[in-house]
C-alpha cells in the first residue's frame, strides 16, 4: 500500500501576538477599531508569545530525537514565522532544519473589516454585518477578504503538496486560529455545522497543539488520525499563561 500521508502532523497555532492583545484592549474599552501600526503580516509576537513558543519548543525537545519534526512549515506572517523560529530554537531540532514559509498557511484576510471590532463592523458596515448574520460565517466573504471557504481553498492545495513531499516524514505546521480549525474540517472530512460547533465550544489557544498520526487500519489507504486538539498542557507544565484571543479583526473570523 503506497503512502500518501505524514507519519506525524503537528498544526500549532502562533503564539500570542501583539494584536491579540491590543485586540483585548479595544474590547475592554468598547473601541470599534483596534490599534495597530503594522500590516497584518508583520504583527508580532509579544512578550508572552515568545515565552509560550519557547515552552512549547521545551515539550518537542523532551521527545526522543527519532519522535521530533523533520519538516518544518509555517506561514509567513511574522507571528507564525516567529513561533517556529523559537520552538526550533528550544526544540533541539536537527541544526540544519529549515524553516519553510507557504503562504497558503497565512491568516484568514478580512478584508475592509480588517481591524474592526464586531461593534465596529455594525457602526461602519452594516450591511456586511447583515451579510454575515445571514450567511454565516463560513460563507461570508468581506469586500478584498476571505470566507472560510477561500481559506479552505487553499488548504485544499497544500493538504496536496504535503501528500506529495511530506510522505512518511514529522511535520510541524504553524499558522493561526482558522487555519487551524479548516485543516480538522478538511482531514476530518467534517461537515460546515460539525465545524462551527468545535470552533463555537472553544477559542484555539495560542501555541496549543493539534495533532495526528496516519492510522494504516483507517480505510482501504489509511488515513491520518488525530490524537490532540487544542492541547496546551506543554505551556502549563512550564508556566506559560493560556491565552485564547482571537486575532485582531475578531468580528469577520
Not at 514559509?101 to 458596515?125: N, P, S
Request: proline share 5%.
Amino acid at each position: 500500500m503506497e503512502r500518501r500521508w505524514p507519519d506525524v502532523l503537528w498544526i500549532v497555532r502562533h503564539g500570542q501576538s501583539a494584536g491579540n492583545v491590543a485586540s483585548d484592549a479595544a474590547h475592554l474599552a468598547g473601541l470599534s477599531e483596534i490599534a495597530i501600526a503594522e500590516r497584518d503580516v508583520d504583527v508580532p509576537l509579544s512578550a508572552l508569545g515568545e515565552q509560550q513558543a519557547s515552552a512549547l519548543g521545551r515539550w518537542f525537545a523532551a521527545m526522543p530525537e527519532h519522535e521530533r519534526p523533520t519538516v518544518v512549515l509555517a506561514s509567513p506572517y511574522l507571528r507564525a514565522r516567529r513561533t517556529a523560529e523559537l520552538i526550533r530554537e528550544a526544540g533541539g531540532f536537527s541544526a540544519d532544519l529549515g524553516i519553510d514559509a507557504d503562504e497558503r498557511l497565512r491568516e484568514k484576510e478580512f478584508g475592509i473589516l480588517d481591524r474592526l471590532t464586531r461593534g465596529g463592523v455594525a457602526e461602519r458596515f452594516p450591511e456586511q454585518a447583515e451579510f454575515r448574520r445571514l450567511l454565516g460565517k463560513f460563507y461570508h466573504r468581506p469586500p478584498g477578504g476571505e470566507s472560510w471557504c477561500d481559506v479552505i481553498l487553499r488548504l485544499r492545495s497544500a493538504l496536496d503538496t504535503l501528500s506529495l513531499h511530506q510522505r512518511e516524514e514529522r511535520v510541524l505546521i504553524v499558522c493561526h486560529q482558522v487555519v487551524v480549525l479548516c485543516m480538522r474540517y478538511l482531514l476530518e472530512c467534517m461537515t460546515e455545522a460539525e465545524i462551527l460547533g468545535i470552533d463555537a465550544a472553544q477559542e484555539v489557544a495560542n501555541c496549543s497543539v493539534t495533532s495526528y498520526e496516519f492510522n494504516p487500519r483507517l480505510g482501504p489507504k489509511g488515513k491520518m488520525e488525530l490524537t490532540r486538539f487544542n492541547f496546551v498542557a506543554p505551556l502549563e507544565v512550564a508556566g506559560a499563561p493560556v491565552t485564547t484571543r482571537p486575532d485582531e479583526a475578531v468580528a469577520a473570523r
